[in-house]
């Protein structure tokens, strides 16, 4: 609670604050803020820190300053283990844009996981073809829970299946929904055949999409943070999309291209066609024709980790919510 103006949310304050529908608007207000350059981000986009190696921690810290939440901070993230196997600490530091005082320490480790969520919705809303009714979720995690959760509110008359490398965990998720609109594929490359759209979220790291099965008219979508698509969908794609082309190169399988030489940083910065924001501000084009092939990377921007961790802040608060 409040100690002389300072707030600090736990986890299980947090956990509860939020849900998929208003994650995703404010998500998408954060994303104009960029794609209309009112927003800032941390130089550089993101720093890392190797904790102990006996542990294998790795730590990680963003920031940013949404404007139109009126707020700016840090994220910062402690992985045990490899993609945080061995437990994860997530946390955002507000402060006062104005007058740099602190404001609220806010855990957000299911709120991150929502936010990449809605970050990965919001790109399927806006690159998908308007006339695709079927559209897969590659990856069945924590965080892909969060997708399909949010996929029967947004897409509402559409069909999601889900699939994953161990059908396992797909047909769990999709029978824990119980909806109709969700279901689960017999496996990865069945889902692909069917849908019009897909986002991948995995953790592996070798791709999991052909370039042979990504056709005309379809949108791919990758979140993962490792090497989960190959270089060649960005060589046949008519459109490529990202949220941030700096974060972007450091993570995923962009990142995973640039280190193995498959292409440069620069020529990956010449091929964007358009940022996921300036899309949803209105100042871009998602796609020119139903028949383009639409590739988009998402690792995620910490402008709409501040922006969520403020909503939860004025929340508690009593305070105008945006």
């Known amino acids: 609670m409040p100690y002389d103006g300072f707030l600090f949310l736990d986890e299980a304050k947090t956990a509860s604050l939020l849900a998929m529908g208003e994650t995703v608007r404010?998500?998408?207000?954060?994303?104009?803020?960029?794609?209309?350059?009112?927003?800032?981000l941390s130089k550089p986009e993101a720093m890392f820190l190797e904790g102990d190696k006996t542990a294998s921690v790795l730590f990680k810290a963003k920031g940013a300053y949404p404007p139109?939440?009126?707020?700016?901070?840090?994220?910062?993230?402690?992985?045990?283990?490899?993609?945080?196997?061995?437990?994860?600490?997530?946390?955002?530091?507000?402060?006062?844009?104005?007058t740099g005082a602190p404001r609220a320490l806010v855990s957000h480790t299911v709120i991150h996981r929502m936010r990449t969520a809605a970050c990965g919705l919001i790109a399927l809303r806006e690159l998908a073809s308007p006339i695709a009714q079927t559209f897969a979720l590659i990856g069945a995690g924590k965080i892909g829970t969060h997708v399909a959760?949010?996929?029967?509110?947004?897409?509402?008359?559409?069909?999601?299946?889900?699939?994953?490398?161990?059908?396992?965990?797909a047909a769990k998720l999709a029978a824990t929904l119980q909806s109709p609109s969700v279901v689960a594929a017999d496996n990865v490359q069945a889902?692909?055949?069917?849908?019009?759209?897909?986002?991948?979220?995995?953790?592996?790291?070798t791709p999991v999409v052909s370039a042979d099965e990504f056709r005309p008219g379809m949108t791919v979508i990758g979140m993962g943070e490792h090497h989960e698509l190959p270089v060649e969908l960005l060589k046949t794609t008519d459109r490529f999309v990202v949220d941030d082309i700096g974060f972007a190169s450091t993570l995923g399988s962009?990142?995973?291209?640039?280190?193995?030489?498959?292409?440069?940083?620069t020529d990956a910065e010449l091929r964007v066609d358009a940022t996921l924001g300036g899309i949803v501000a209105g100042r871009a084009k998602a796609r020119r024709a139903n028949s383009d092939k639409v590739l988009c990377i998402v690792q995620?921007?910490?402008?709409?980790?501040i922006a969520l961790s403020e909503l939860c802040r004025r929340k508690v608060l009593g305070l105008p919510l945006p």
């Open 254 to 265: 962009l990142g995973a291209w640039i280190r193995a030489g498959e292409i440069s940083k």
């Open 26 to 40: 404010i998500c998408e207000l954060a994303l104009a803020d960029m794609g209309r350059g009112t927003a800032r």
């Open 191 to 205: 889902a692909l055949k069917q849908s019009q759209a897909v986002v991948v979220l995995t953790s592996s790291t």
């Open 68 to 98: 139109s939440l009126d707020a700016c901070g840090f994220r910062v993230v402690g992985d045990v283990g490899e993609g945080g196997a061995g437990g994860e600490c997530h946390f955002c530091y507000l402060t006062d844009p104005r």
């Open 300 to 305: 995620g921007v910490s402008l709409a980790d």
């Open 149 to 169: 959760t949010g996929f029967r509110e947004l897409f509402p008359g559409k069909h999601l299946l889900v699939a994953s490398r161990g059908c396992e965990s």
